[in-house]
């Protein structure tokens, strides 16, 4: 505290009626300005007055002290520094102004023998420090204490150690709030505990500290201000606690030390550039109380991976600018908003006005991308992203935009969830990495040239071929791939797709798949599917074909040309596949009129058991080769042409029943041609066929 002995205070006062009495004696009438003055105590506005040339003392009555205080004197400012001289402050009037003065107040009895180490300004029932005392310049070590006067201390008021040579501050707990720059720029100070009783941490409260290694933030304070800890370049890591709720901006800007950050679980809002330029904070995790980033929030970080949690619904430009080394990122929406508004590129958080620059601005390092929530992957979302290799998306999602993945050279992973109904226009155009690709059952609409310059997909799984569910617009299989029908199938569809996997009951039209020349395995596991004339008309490469039970409509000259097909997997059971091939009569509609070897549910035909009560058998084993024995049941009574023919290991049919019921079954021509040494047991002896 200030003191002033009464012989001061006297010369104060005879110095104010000497400049009293000179400055009306100079005073020019011809230019005439007044001085209001607003007498301040204990934190309220005591008088006001204005004077001018003609006015008399302008000093009001002495403002009423406290018990145990004296009133000092007026002073110009808070820190009680510089003594309010109303003579040379009027004298020295070129224009009306208006000034405040401070009333100073101490202990009765002046001064004690109790170094005056820091400066105090009663603020009501409570003093906030306000700096150094007369006798504190150059300490290095302060201690704010909990009361003075017997009353408590609350606050450290602004700028009260900026610029000092402090090395360790003590707070104590009675303390609530950091003025704005109370320490900024203390160059020496290496470690600072801020006591839960602080709610806000001063704007700028510990900028430029840069020695500052240790900060320790107990729980109680509610909020970090801006720039509150900007360029602390030794701070090496950091623990917020759950009860802070903002963190403003720039409050951490440039800590470039700054390698690990806990933030914690109550926080909701990060302000712009608030981690801007910790070019050391390699991970951060992110609380799910969170639910907005600003601008340059983590720009130029060494962030290597980021979760970006469900709660945020709104992020700010450029948050991850120039974050040269980041690979993996979890975000809950692709843009700036949740609900869609705003920028929706992926690019956007790395300053992409548009999805044109979406290449340039995504760091290289980059390449695995999960998003969590949304219903949209909108138009050219990720339109050029080039060097990302994989990426997520979650349930829920019911639309791809037009162009959404379009460019994506290095894409080799895309999981597209069951939830998906459309497909837009060039949505994975030039994605060249891509080596399979699912579209789920759910869809009912693919855009044109959807998967056009996709020259590595090698797999392929589709609900339908074509652009719809409902079997308008085009049917082939190249429209995926700009054919504008199936006759330029073969100019469109790359060569590196060899199997391909119908889940959707929609029917398979006339020459889908016509001369797909490479095509090396083809499955239609959806029951009830038609199969249309010359569907797969010169798919020369086919060897295997599998097709679900239910499906007995197949047009003809479906499988002509298939020169290579071996394998047909049936999915159903023996009975259905009887029931199949006497219903498929076409010119090559039966795929076994090439293939030679036939599985029931994915095992390989060698025995056949007939179930009881068939009656007739029409192509049903025609072309088998690998089958060995047959079991006919009592009850057939006809054999068409050519059901055993080509089963060159058939040796043996087992007959339930005599041999003179053998001898009333009717067998067309040709029925058991190409086989060799056969012979019919019935239940009573041998025949030789």
Same mark, same amino acid.
């Given at each position: 505290?200030?003191?002033?002995?009464?012989?001061?205070?006297?010369?104060?006062?005879?110095?104010?009626?000497?400049?009293?009495?000179?400055?009306?004696?100079?005073?020019?009438?011809?230019?005439?300005?007044?001085?209001?003055?607003?007498?301040?105590?204990?934190?309220?506005?005591?008088?006001?007055?204005?004077?001018?040339?003609?006015?008399?003392?302008?000093?009001?009555?002495?403002?009423?002290?406290?018990?145990?205080?004296?009133?000092?004197?007026?002073?110009?400012?808070?820190?009680?520094?510089?003594?309010?001289?109303?003579?040379?402050?009027?004298?020295?009037?070129?224009?009306?102004?208006?000034?405040?003065?401070?009333?100073?107040?101490?202990?009765?009895?002046?001064?004690?023998?109790?170094?005056?180490?820091?400066?105090?300004?009663?603020?009501?029932?409570?003093?906030?420090?306000?700096?150094?005392?007369?006798?504190?310049?150059?300490?290095?070590?302060?201690?704010?204490?909990?009361?003075?006067?017997?009353?408590?201390?609350?606050?450290?008021?602004?700028?009260?150690?900026?610029?000092?040579?402090?090395?360790?501050?003590?707070?104590?707990?009675?303390?609530?709030?950091?003025?704005?720059?109370?320490?900024?720029?203390?160059?020496?100070?290496?470690?600072?505990?801020?006591?839960?009783?602080?709610?806000?941490?001063?704007?700028?409260?510990?900028?430029?500290?840069?020695?500052?290694?240790?900060?320790?933030?107990?729980?109680?304070?509610?909020?970090?201000?801006?720039?509150?800890?900007?360029?602390?370049?030794?701070?090496?890591?950091?623990?917020?606690?759950?009860?802070?709720?903002?963190?403003?901006?720039?409050?951490?800007?440039?800590?470039?030390?700054?390698?690990?950050?806990?933030?914690?679980?109550?926080?909701?809002?990060?302000?712009?550039?608030?981690?801007?330029? *910790?070019?050391?904070?390699?991970?951060?995790?992110?609380?799910?109380?969170?639910?907005?980033?600003?601008?340059?929030?983590?720009?130029?970080?060494?962030?290597?991976?980021?979760?970006?949690?469900?709660?945020?619904?709104?992020?700010?430009?450029?948050?991850?600018?120039?974050?040269?080394?980041?690979?993996?990122?979890?975000?809950?929406?692709?843009?700036?908003?949740?609900?869609?508004?705003?920028?929706?590129?992926?690019?956007?958080?790395?300053?992409?006005?548009?999805?044109?620059?979406?290449?340039?601005?995504?760091?290289?390092?980059?390449?695995?991308?999960?998003?969590?929530?949304?219903?949209?992957?909108?138009?050219?979302?990720?339109?050029?992203?080039?060097?990302?290799?994989?990426?997520?998306?979650?349930?829920?999602?019911?639309?791809?935009?037009?162009?959404?993945?379009?460019?994506?050279?290095?894409?080799?992973?895309?999981?597209?969830?069951?939830?998906?109904?459309?497909?837009?226009?060039?949505?994975?155009?030039?994605?060249?990495?891509?080596?399979?690709?699912?579209?789920?059952?759910?869809?009912?609409?693919?855009?044109?040239?959807?998967?056009?310059?996709?020259?590595?997909?090698?797999?392929?799984?589709?609900?339908?071929?074509?652009?719809?569910?409902?079997?308008?617009?085009?049917?082939?299989?190249?429209?995926?791939?700009?054919?504008?029908?199936?006759?330029?199938?073969?100019?469109?569809?790359?060569?590196?797709?060899?199997?391909?996997?119908?889940?959707?009951?929609?029917?398979?039209?006339?020459?889908?798949?016509?001369?797909?020349?490479?095509?090396?395995?083809?499955?239609?596991?959806?029951?009830?599917?038609?199969?249309?004339?010359?569907?797969?008309?010169?798919?020369?490469?086919?060897?295997?074909?599998?097709?679900?039970?239910?499906?007995?409509?197949?047009?003809?000259?479906?499988?002509?040309? *298939?020169?290579?097909?071996?394998?047909?997997?049936?999915?159903?059971?023996?009975?259905?596949?009887?029931?199949?091939?006497?219903?498929?009569?076409?010119?090559?509609?039966?795929?076994?009129?090439?293939?030679?070897?036939?599985?029931?549910?994915?095992?390989?035909?060698?025995?056949?058991?007939?179930?009881?009560?068939?009656?007739?058998?029409?192509?049903?084993?025609?072309?088998?080769?690998?089958?060995?024995?047959?079991?006919?049941?009592?009850?057939?009574?006809?054999?068409?042409?050519?059901?055993?023919?080509?089963?060159?290991?058939?040796?043996?049919?087992?007959?339930?029943?005599?041999?003179?019921?053998?001898?009333?079954?009717?067998?067309?021509?040709?029925?058991?041609?190409?086989?060799?040494?056969?012979?019919?047991?019935?239940?009573?002896?041998?025949?030789?066929?």
């Amino acid at each position: 505290m200030r003191t002033f002995s009464r012989t001061a205070v006297a010369m104060f006062s005879i110095l104010l009626i000497t400049a009293f009495i000179f400055c009306f004696a100079a005073c020019d009438s011809e230019e005439t300005y007044t001085l209001t003055i607003n007498y301040i105590a204990d934190g309220a506005t005591y008088a006001t007055k204005t004077i001018s040339s003609d006015s008399e003392d302008p000093t009001p009555e002495q403002p009423a002290a406290a018990d145990g205080m004296t009133f000092v004197g007026w002073f110009e400012d808070q820190a009680f520094t510089v003594p309010f001289d109303y003579a040379a402050r009027f004298s020295s009037l070129t224009q009306n102004e208006t000034v405040d003065v401070y009333a100073l107040f101490e202990p009765s009895g002046g001064t004690t023998d109790e170094p005056a180490l820091l400066s105090f300004s009663l603020q009501g029932e409570s003093y906030a420090v306000t700096g150094f005392g007369a006798d504190g310049v150059g300490t290095t070590d302060v201690v704010i204490p909990a009361t003075y006067n017997d009353l408590p201390v609350t606050a450290i008021a602004d700028g009260a150690f900026s610029f000092s040579d402090i090395e360790s501050v003590t707070i104590a707990s009675s303390v609530t709030s950091i003025g704005t720059r109370a320490f900024g720029n203390c160059a020496s100070l290496t470690s600072i505990a801020i006591p839960g009783s602080v709610a806000t941490v001063g704007d700028h409260a510990f900028i430029g500290c840069s020695s500052l290694s240790s900060v320790t933030i107990e729980s109680g304070v509610a909020s970090i201000g801006a720039n509150a800890f900007e360029n602390c370049t030794a701070l090496a890591s950091l623990t917020v606690p759950d009860s802070v709720t903002e963190i403003g901006a720039s409050a951490f800007l440039g800590c470039t030390s700054l390698a690990r950050a806990s933030l914690g679980s109550g926080l909701t809002s990060l302000g712009e550039s608030a981690f801007r330029n *910790c070019t050391s904070l390699a991970s951060i995790d992110l609380p799910s109380s969170l639910t907005s980033l600003s601008d340059f929030t983590f720009a130029y970080c060494a962030l290597t991976s980021i979760e970006i949690p469900s709660s945020v619904t709104s992020i700010g430009s450029k948050v991850f600018s120039s974050c040269g080394a980041l690979r993996s990122i979890s975000i809950p929406f692709v843009g700036q908003a949740a609900d869609g508004s705003g920028a929706t590129c992926f690019g956007y958080l790395f300053g992409a006005d548009d999805a044109d620059d979406n290449s340039a601005l995504i760091p290289s390092s980059l390449q695995s991308v999960t998003v969590t929530g949304g219903s949209s992957v909108a138009d050219y979302a990720f339109f050029g992203c080039s060097r990302i290799t994989s990426i997520t998306l979650p349930d829920g999602v019911a639309s791809i935009g037009a162009h959404a993945f379009d460019g994506c050279s290095s894409l080799g992973s895309l999981s597209l969830p069951d939830t998906v109904l459309t497909i837009g226009d060039y949505a994975l155009s030039g994605c060249t990495a891509l080596t399979e690709f699912y579209v789920p059952v759910s869809v009912t609409d693919i855009g044109s040239y959807a998967l056009r310059g996709c020259t590595s997909v090698a797999s392929l799984t589709i609900p339908f071929v074509g652009s719809r569910a409902d079997g308008s617009g085009e049917t082939c299989i190249g429209y995926l791939f700009g054919a504008s029908d199936y006759f330029y199938n073969h100019n469109f569809v790359p060569a590196s797709l060899t199997d391909v996997t119908i889940v959707g009951s929609a029917a398979i039209d006339d020459f889908a798949f016509y001369n797909c020349a490479n095509m090396r395995s083809i499955s239609v596991t959806a029951a009830q599917t038609a199969i249309g004339e010359g569907a797969f008309y010169n798919c020369s490469g086919l060897v295997e074909f599998t097709l679900a039970a239910g499906i007995n409509e197949i047009g003809n000259e479906a499988f002509f040309g *298939c020169t290579s097909l071996s394998d047909v997997n049936f999915l159903g059971e023996l009975a259905d596949w009887i029931d199949f091939a006497g219903a498929v009569t076409g010119s090559y509609s039966n795929p076994m009129t090439i293939a030679t070897r036939l599985s029931i549910g994915g095992s390989l035909l060698t025995e056949a058991v007939v179930p009881d009560g068939v009656t007739g058998l029409t192509g049903a084993f025609f072309n088998c080769a690998s089958l060995v024995s047959v079991t006919l049941p009592a009850s057939i009574e006809s054999i068409g042409s050519l059901v055993f023919s080509g089963c060159t290991s058939l040796t043996e049919i087992v007959y339930l029943g005599t041999m003179e019921q053998w001898q009333a079954v009717s067998l067309a021509s040709g029925w058991a041609s190409s086989t060799s040494g056969l012979v019919v047991t019935c239940t009573d002896g041998t025949i030789a066929v």
